[in-house]
């Protein structure tokens, strides 16, 4: 019975992969075929990292802040390290940096109270998750490193933009997909 609670709890406590997943799968597999070490922050379930892995060769490391999603990842075959944001990894370590980040707009008073809220609260403006991440990747960053970062419209694509900016990178929107409450963009920073 210790087995099925334990895959039950993985199943609430992990984000699964949904169209920002799947978005962020196909570009990172058509603009990183080159790559051959490459990082995914915040891996959730593993499906963007386990993609990868399979169809560009590149040895691929998932990170996550959340044990269960660690668990998860590792279950599709995936190298998966428990990491908040970049932290642990050596400078320049990777080709590229592939994130998912949460970006939910979230009240101040809300609780980050369990893990799927972790998963998709990005602070009051929906970047605070972001704004960190951007202050540390490009530490990981090989030279000629890139960064594939899904964005939201709740969470201001010209604000991330900006911000990336500011951080020293270039950024150019790579694909987008529009749906009834947001549109997604996937944004490739690189110095």
């Known amino acids: 019975m210790g087995d099925l609670a334990d895959r039950r709890g993985l199943e609430t406590d992990v984000y699964e992969p949904a169209e920002d997943s799947r978005l962020l799968a196909s570009v990172a597999v058509s603009r990183l075929a080159d790559a051959r070490r490459v990082l995914e922050v915040g891996t959730g379930s593993g499906y963007v990292a386990e993609r990868m892995a399979e169809e560009t060769g590149a040895r691929v490391i998932a990170s996550d802040v959340n044990p ?3 668990v998860s990842a590792r279950e599709r075959g995936v190298e998966a390290v428990r990491a908040d944001l970049v932290s642990p990894f050596a400078d320049g370590a990777f080709d590229a940096v592939v994130f998912n980040p949460p970006y939910l707009p979230t009240d101040p008073d809300n609780e980050w109270d369990d893990w799927m809220e972790r998963a998709l609260s990005g602070g009051e403006s929906g970047r605070e998750v972001i704004e960190a991440f951007l202050e540390r990747v490009g530490r ?10 899904l964005v939201s419209s709740l969470a201001g694509v010209s604000e991330v933009v900006e911000r990336a900016g500011e951080a020293g990178f270039s950024a150019v929107a790579r694909a987008d997909e529009s749906y009834p409450f947001e549109t997604l963009t996937v944004v490739e920073l690189f110095y």
């Open 68 to 70: 269960h999603a660690c």
């Open 140 to 149: 990981v960053l090989t030279s000629d490193g890139r960064v594939l970062l």
